[in-house]
Each structure stands twice: as structure tokens, then as C-alpha cells.
């Protein structure tokens, strides 16, 4: 039986031009800093953007961006995400703050459909998602009702960390999902093990990001985080992000 919201939510996204998914095999590899660092340098680059902390394992995005606890989404048929540092921010904690959501199963499904369902995003040239980690039913919510949606894989130089990366990729080509490529995640040596690793999964290996301490201490501080490694890096990972736009080839 076909879910009546899914028309609902194909209207609210059909005026976004690219649907990028950040994700990761597992937490703690610096996914959400990756992708409101990539939101905010395609914002700074003059495109429309919106960002989607759709992270319900621990949404965080709005932490890294300071976002005002008082600050929440206009209610204008649906709710209107507010601007943050000309972002269209859109996140769970704007529904319970940074108390527990102890969501489980069914209740996460519902309220991603939920989000998914209200929000009036309007015209955006990206938006950029903050996935949850791994392979789990809401993961499967997502890719089941957002369409156009290319996935960028965050992982960590750990071998370990690949293994789940690993897991991950055959997941989402076996769902026929694109993948942009591969971002190796707080490099602190020269070892280029994930570098010779990602190729033979058909992937790209886009850049490194190297480790960079004032990473953490510009939590908060959105200007300083793109002055940071992460935000050097964003230029490599913008251009592949173009140029697999361009050549159509995802």
C-alpha cells in the first residue's frame, strides 16, 4: 500500500535541484561537522541552500551552528524553515530541544515522515541532509521517500571504521542509490590505505581531511569552522559534487 504522504513530501521537495545525503557507517567520524561545513560553503558560494538534521541518533548540526534555543520554524501551510547563517535550517530539536527523543521503530518512521511532510522548503539549488548513521529503518525512510537523493560517504582513516563503511556502499548500490564518493574523515598521517581501499568498491575517492584541532574549539562558530582543514576541504568536495552534476554520471 502506497504511503498517501509520499505525494505529499515529492511536493515539498520538487523545487530543490540537488538532494545531498551525508552519511557515515557509524557515529563519531565527523559527519555533521562535514556537512554543515558543505552547506555553508555552498551558501557562501551564492547558492540557495537548506540543511536537514535528520541525525535522530543525536541531532547536532544545530550546536555546531549556534543556533538560538528560542529560534523556530514560521507556520505558513507547513512550517517555513528560519534562516541560520543564511542556511534554511531545518531540525528536530526545534521540536524538543536538547532533551532525549527515546524514539524507537515506528515513532522515528512518523516523525521523519512527519518533518519530511511539513516542511516548505520552496526553491533551493542543494540541500544538504545530515543522515543518521549506518543501515537503519531510517535510513530506509529516507531513501524510500525522497527521490534524486546522492549520497556522500564519510568515513575515518580506521580500517576498522571502513568494514561498516563497506556494508554501507553494498546497501546502497544494491538499492541503486548514487553515491558522489568517498571523504576520509580527520587524516593524521600519511597512510594511504583508505585512499587504495575505495577504488575497489567502484567508488571515488574524493579528498582527505586532514586534523585539525581548531575544529572543535570553532563549534560554534560557523566563520571559524571554514577556516578550519574541513572547510579547505570543501572546495575538493564542491567541485566533485558540481562536476557529477554536469556529466549527469551518478
Same mark, same amino acid.
Given at each position: 500500500?502506497?504511503?498517501?504522504?509520499?505525494?505529499?513530501?515529492?511536493?515539498?521537495?520538487?523545487?530543490?535541484?540537488?538532494?545531498?545525503?551525508?552519511?557515515?557507517?557509524?557515529?563519531?567520524?565527523?559527519?555533521?561537522?562535514?556537512?554543515?561545513?558543505?552547506?555553508?560553503? *555552498?551558501?557562501?558560494?551564492?547558492?540557495?541552500?537548506?540543511?536537514?538534521?535528520?541525525?535522530?541518533?543525536?541531532?547536532?548540526?544545530?550546536?555546531?551552528?549556534?543556533?538560538?534555543?528560542?529560534?523556530?520554524?514560521?507556520?505558513?501551510?507547513?512550517?517555513?524553515?528560519?534562516?541560520?547563517?543564511?542556511?534554511n535550517?531545518?531540525?528536530?530539536?526545534?521540536?524538543?530541544?536538547?532533551?532525549?527523543? #527515546? *524514539?524507537?521503530?515506528?515513532?522515528?518512521?512518523?516523525?521523519?515522515?512527519?518533518?519530511?511532510?511539513?516542511?516548505?522548503?520552496?526553491?533551493?539549488?542543494?540541500?544538504?541532509?545530515?543522515? #543518521?548513521?549506518?543501515?537503519?529503518?531510517?535510513?530506509?525512510?529516507?531513501?524510500?521517500?525522497?527521490?534524486?537523493?546522492?549520497?556522500?560517504?564519510?568515513?575515518?582513516?580506521?580500517?576498522l571504521?571502513?568494514?561498516?563503511?563497506?556494508?554501507?556502499?553494498?546497501?546502497?548500490?544494491?538499492?541503486?542509490?548514487?553515491?558522489?564518493?568517498?571523504?576520509?574523515?580527520?587524516?593524521?598521517?600519511?597512510?594511504?590505505?583508505?585512499?587504495?581501499?575505495?577504488?575497489?568498491?567502484?567508488?571515488?575517492?574524493?579528498?582527505?581531511?586532514?586534523?585539525d584541532?581548531?575544529?572543535?574549539?570553532?563549534?560554534?562558530?560557523?566563520?571559524?569552522?571554514?577556516?578550519?582543514?574541513?572547510?579547505?576541504?570543501?572546495?575538493?568536495?564542491?567541485?566533485?559534487?558540481?562536476?557529477?552534476?554536469?556529466?549527469?554520471?551518478?
Amino acid at each position: 500500500m502506497i504511503d498517501p504522504r509520499s505525494s505529499v513530501v515529492n511536493e515539498r521537495l520538487k523545487k530543490i535541484k540537488r538532494i545531498i545525503a551525508v552519511s557515515s557507517g557509524k557515529g563519531g567520524v565527523g559527519k555533521s561537522m562535514v556537512a554543515t561545513a558543505l552547506a555553508l560553503s *555552498l551558501s557562501r558560494d551564492g547558492y540557495n541552500v537548506g540543511l536537514f538534521d535528520l541525525d535522530f541518533t543525536g541531532p547536532s548540526t544545530h550546536i555546531i551552528l549556534n543556533v538560538p534555543k528560542n529560534l523556530q520554524p514560521l507556520e505558513d501551510k507547513g512550517l517555513v524553515p528560519p534562516k541560520v547563517e543564511n542556511l534554511n535550517y531545518m531540525s528536530l530539536v526545534y521540536f524538543v530541544g536538547d532533551n532525549p527523543a #527515546p *524514539l524507537r521503530g515506528l515513532d522515528i518512521s512518523n516523525a521523519i515522515l512527519e518533518l519530511l511532510t511539513v516542511t516548505q522548503w520552496g526553491e533551493l539549488d542543494f540541500l544538504v541532509i545530515d543522515m #543518521p548513521p549506518g543501515i537503519s529503518d531510517a535510513v530506509l525512510d529516507v531513501v524510500r521517500f525522497i527521490k534524486r537523493i546522492e549520497f556522500l560517504i564519510i568515513t575515518t582513516p580506521s580500517l576498522l571504521a571502513f568494514e561498516v563503511v563497506k556494508k554501507q556502499v553494498t546497501f546502497l548500490l544494491n538499492m541503486k542509490l548514487p553515491i558522489i564518493g568517498v571523504v576520509e574523515n580527520m587524516k593524521m598521517d600519511k597512510t594511504d590505505a583508505i585512499e587504495r581501499e575505495v577504488p575497489k568498491l567502484n567508488l571515488r575517492y574524493l579528498c582527505p581531511i586532514l586534523f585539525d584541532a581548531k575544529v572543535e574549539s570553532s563549534i560554534g562558530y560557523p566563520s571559524k569552522l571554514l577556516r578550519t582543514s574541513l572547510g579547505t576541504a570543501m572546495k575538493q568536495i564542491k567541485d566533485y559534487i558540481l562536476l557529477a552534476g554536469k556529466r549527469n554520471v551518478l
